[in-house]
């Protein structure tokens, strides 16, 4: 008869046999979402318990990780990378400052395609390989009815380019505004109808070479300094 002889294991470490080695569990060998945040202890695993890189954005599904996930301060500067690169999206489904303003610090911004500025941007050392454009706002002067009196109106600063359209026959009288104005706006403006744009001093407000009948196509670009709007040139065309 044949007997089997058992050492147990203490025996078989004795006779020089190594103990078996803990084999790693892989992702191939756990279940699509068999692993949830709900069977893993808050603070169980670290960040030393994961090699570098080894979570990516692809482990992470769209929407899951949410500010309430983060400790205060948990991200700092030094886990951000110098460059944001969006292609093809906006920040938070909207664009900067188009309904709810937000503020923003970059030390440099590359754009190949174009960049939109919707409110006052002081920029500093700007270097343009395209097309640079000022933007467009628009004056429209209605006619006033009144006989051989000009129209008036006024002309507050918008974008850096503003186009005055007068519809009054006997001219208009266009007075420049301070409300959006701050130190250092250029403004060029463009009498694009066939009716006199008249420009003029303004005390504590404009500061022109002198009374200006802008007609058709002429322009008038003005430099706000300190605390009114100062000329810089006219043209008539």
């Not at 109106?153 to 006997?170: N, R, Y």
């Not at 006199?196 to 322009?219: I, K, P, R, Y």
């Amino acid at each position: 008869m044949k007997k089997i002889l058992s050492l147990g294991l203490s025996a078989l470490f004795l006779l020089g046999f190594a103990t078996p080695a803990f084999a790693l569990v892989t992702t191939s060998q756990i279940a699509n979402g068999a692993v949830t945040s709900a069977k893993i202890a808050n603070g169980s695993i670290t960040g030393a318990d994961m090699g570098l890189n080894s979570v990516g954005a692809r482990h992470i599904a769209n929407g899951q990780l949410k500010a309430e996930d983060l400790a205060n301060n948990a991200v700092t500067d030094a886990k951000i990378v110098d460059a944001l690169s969006i292609y093809g999206g906006t920040i938070g489904d909207t664009p900067i400052g188009l309904t709810t303003p937000n503020d923003a610090v970059f030390m440099s911004i590359t754009a190949w395609d174009g960049v939109t500025f919707l409110s006052y941007t002081n920029l500093w050392d700007v270097d343009v390989s395209g097309i640079f454009s000022l933007g467009y706002d628009l004056l429209w002067i209605e006619d006033d009815g009144v006989g051989s009196s000009p129209a008036t109106g006024t002309l507050e600063i918008g974008t850096s380019f503003t186009q005055v359209q007068c519809d009054d026959p006997d001219g208009c009288d266009v007075t420049l505004g301070e409300t959006n104005a701050s130190d250092g706006d250029i403004l060029a403006i463009v009498n694009a109808s066939t009716n006199t744009a008249n420009f003029a001093d303004t005390a504590d407000v404009s500061e022109l070479a002198g009374a200006f009948a802008a007609g058709e196509w002429d322009t008038l670009t003005l430099l706000y300094e300190f605390d009114r709007w100062v000329e810089l040139s006219r043209s008539n065309n």
